[in-house]
């Protein structure tokens, strides 16, 4: 029994030694400084941590003999031999300033800076450090805060805090759960986490959040490490906010000056400023810190500045295996300020490698070495027995003393080409582009006590954020059913809300009601900006729209839909129902009807928007819309009969009917008579063939569609299939056979075949830039009984404003006047970029609007080749684009115009 005691006592002492020690002290500078968020790294153990924003460190670790890094962006790291055998142990470290000095061999005969010889080798190789690893397991602690220095009054009246039993909510004059809390300047909040992360290239995540602590209002109590963990600067856009300084095209954007180099352990270290050519908020300044040899980040310190405020982001390489440098700290610091509300917010991390693998089939090149005493082999490994042809093309680049611009465009191509290949082959071949982050929460992993976040928390809290923690607390308590302290929880009184006026509200505005069996009722409401409209034809007409849904749990869906509008002149009762059944959303089959009775435009291919339309024609007398009455009835179904390759069949029977003016009201000059209903167009000219004029008629047509995108990627979610991208266009194909049947003074049946061929693509190419191009061609069989309903009705738009965007338009032809039963051949070029003309000049540069060069031309009987070139900015305060266009006739300068497009969609 002894014996068996001591050996218990021996495995807790054991235990107890092997996870009790902390190492901790204060990091600062010769002149007695604290160095906020210095890094302090582990080598035997690949893991790091940061010291807070007095200089202080904490870090708990196993017993044993480490060697201890202690660096900070422009100090000379220190390497110190720590020994911990069962006590803590206090290390303090003064860090010296680290100085960078130009060698001789760095000047360049030609008088180009030297950075530019390094930025294109790390430019060129950004590709391979982007995929080098194809495996690694890390520890993550992350921690944020958020200190509110000001808020309007405005704001701050309709921010409050809910207090609930289970914590708090952030709400906007809702009604209260039990106190509120008025968000007030001096307010700070904390969250951390403690996580594991598991990679598996090349993009597959798994997180399992072990522990989570937050002060934030429930709605930020969802903390996910997953956005800093996945972003890169070897990425040419980091996170959708800004350019990367090692995109392909950084040159187009940036300028870089050598600061100098300094010998840091084994390893020469460039220092180089990014300087932006513009000032821009998708740009970046500040510093990069690039190794000699192996043009990889060492460290980088850049800033960019949004619309939300200043946003600083410090990252900290060290190689955690094999010369693979991995980042093992991050730091961002975020000054918000936006519309009155100023804030500081401040994100780090900590990261511990347990696990890392190469990617062995992306090969290193064979220059990317450095020799060193004590230096470990190497793990990594190839299959391959040949070199293939563009591997030897990198090496034989990389062994330049100095790359050109040709050299490292070229450079970056053939490693992102080798990248792509290294890709698992049944990823290649699988199109179904899978959500491969996983999220796991362990249970009560936010129950953590006090005692368990000072174990494991690497990163020491700052006054302000335990005093976060404390006033959390104190609330906590206080919605527990204890006394809340008056200097944590203030009550506001608020009225309570009349029952009758929300339902006013929504019978008037609109409203949503839906329920857990999957039944959707959607109201469009009394006052709806589509629901009121002007023409010459109806007069005011006015409308009520539903929407009514019902989905199963097999994945179906039904969607039935009326309409009902009323012609105030024509004393017209107009309608229209759509009703849809859903009952394959992976295959997208579906069986749709409608049918109704309505005025219709003429222009069934784009023309004159009506709340345009309405506008012109009280104000100015100007009638843009043409109309007719139709009946109708539309079945149809359609499907995708294999991935990327979708069937359409329709059938539609329409009873038409002309329509005239009804009304000559107007606003203003009503003395003017409004111009008939009728297009102006060429085919319906006296002297054209009498066939092409509207009359009654009844349609029947038959229609089949394919449409075929090779290659097709795609997502799904929850049972649905959501197409995504391909590398190739989309080719569509649509045959349409139709029957007319004119009044009994003119017998027999009028046929005809229309066939039209169609590809288009929209693609990115760059940061922040796209390409988009369409090119259709059609003709009829035979045109001669055609009449102008079954034109083919080219989208043209020459109002000065336009409301929502036109994607394949031309600016400057008349409405109606494109239309044409003959072959005709249509292309639309459309090129987007952040930076051409105008955003170079100061004052446009910082801001996010686009520029837009745009090709359109036309060929048919009577516009054999007519041209339009355009120029615009786009997200003109993220929803409007104003552009001016040319047209040319047979490269006959034609008109000129300008048009505004407001965007609301």
Known sequence: ????????????????????????????????????????????????????????????????????????????????????????VLKDVILPLQYYEIPEVRISASGEDPAYIIMRKAIGLAPYYLNNVSYYKAEVYLKGNLV??????????????????????????????????????????????????????????????????????????????????????????????????????????????????????????????????????????????????????????????????????????????????????HRFEINIGIIGFKADAGYGSSVKYTEVRPNLSLQKPATLSIDYPGKQGTSQKTSDTIVSKSKQQI?????????????????????????????????????????????????????????????????????????????????????????????????????????????????????SWSDTAGFRFTNGGLIDMKSISFNTVDGFNYGLNFNISKSWKNNTTFTFSPDIRYALSRKQLMWGIYTNYQFDKVKHRQLFLRAGAKSKDINNGGGINPLIN??????????????????????GYSSEIVNGLTLELRTDYENRRVLQNTTNFSFLNSSKVYSDNTPDNSYLSPESNPIN????????????????????????????????????????????????????????????????????????????????????????????????????????QPFPLLLNNYEDAFMIPYFYSLSTPEFYVETHLKYTTPYLLLKLLPGLSNTLMRENISLSYLGSRFHPNYTEIGYSISKILFLGELGVYCGFDDVKYRSVGVRAVLRFD
């Open 1 to 88: 029994m002894k014996h068996i005691i001591l050996t218990v006592l021996l495995v807790l002492m054991t235990t107890v030694l092997l996870h009790a020690q902390i190492l901790k002290g204060k990091i600062t500078s010769q002149s007695g400084d604290p160095i906020q968020y210095a890094t302090v790294y582990i080598q035997e153990l690949r893991q790091g941590t940061t010291s807070n924003t007095k200089g202080d460190y904490e870090i708990s670790l196993p017993a044993g003999k480490y060697t201890v890094i202690y660096q900070s962006l422009g100090y000379q790291p220190i390497y110190v031999n720590i020994f911990l055998s069962g006590e803590n």
């Open 148 to 329: 509110i220095n000001k808020i309007p009054k405005l704001l701050q009246k309709s921010m409050k805090i809910e207090s609930s039993g289970n914590g708090t909510s952030v709400s906007a004059g809702s009604k209260p759960k039990s106190e509120e809390k008025l968000f007030k300047a001096g307010d700070s909040f904390l969250m951390e986490s403690f996580n594991e992360i598991e990679f598996t290239a090349p993009d597959k995540y798994f997180q399992r959040m072990i522990s989570y602590n937050s002060t934030f209002p429930s709605q930020g109590n969802e903390i996910s490490p997953m956005s800093f963990i996945q972003a890169s600067f070897y990425q040419p856009i980091l996170a959708e906010m800004a350019i990367s300084p090692l995109a392909p095209n950084a040159f187009s954007h940036y300028n870089y000056k050598y600061l100098g180099s300094s010998l840091q352990g084994n390893f020469t270290i460039n220092k180089i400023q990014v300087i932006p050519k513009r000032k821009s908020q998708q740009l970046f300044e500040g510093t990069i810190y690039i190794i000699e040899d192996l043009w990889c980040l060492q460290s980088v310190d850049l800033t960019n500045e949004n619309l939300m405020g200043k946003v600083r982001i410090q990252q900290l390489y060290v190689p955690v295996q094999d010369e693979i440098w991995m980042p093992v700290s």
């Open 395 to 511: 090496n034989k680049i990389l062994e330049k003393d100095k790359l050109s611009n040709r050299d490292m465009s070229k450079l970056a191509r053939l490693v992102e080409k080798e990248s792509e290949k290294s890709v698992n082959d049944s990823n290649r071949k699988n199109f179904e582009i899978k959500d491969n982050t996983t999220q796991i929460v362990e249970k009560d992993a936010d129950k953590r006590d006090s005692s368990y976040w000072a174990r494991i928390r690497p990163i020491p809290l700052s006054d302000i954020e335990i005093r976060s923690i404390k006033i959390s607390d104190s609330i906590k308590s206080a919605t527990s059913g204890k006394e809340p302290k008056p200097d944590t929880i203030q009550a506001v009184k608020k009225k309570k809300k009349s029952k009758f006026g929300g339902t006013v509200r929504e019978i008037v505005f609109g409203y």
């Open 614 to 635: 309405t506008l012109t024609s009280l104000f100015q007398k100007r009638n843009y819309l043409k109309l007719y009455e139709s009946r109708y009835l539309t079945f």
């Open 693 to 796: 004029a509207l009359d009654n008629q009844k349609h029947l047509d038959f229609l089949a569609k394919i449409s075929y995108i090779p290659l097709q990627r795609y997502r799904i979610n929850k049972g649905v299939k959501i197409p995504v991208s391909s590398d190739w266009p989309t080719f569509d194909l649509t045959w349409q056979h139709g029957i007319n049947k004119f009044s009994e003074f003119t017998p027999g049946l009028r046929r005809f075949d229309m066939f039209r061929v169609e590809v288009s693509r929209n693609s990115s190419i760059g940061a922040f830039s796209s390409f988009r191009w369409r090119i259709r061609a059609a003709g009829f069989l035979d045109n001669r009984d055609l009449t102008f309903y079954d034109f083919f009705h080219i989208n043209s």
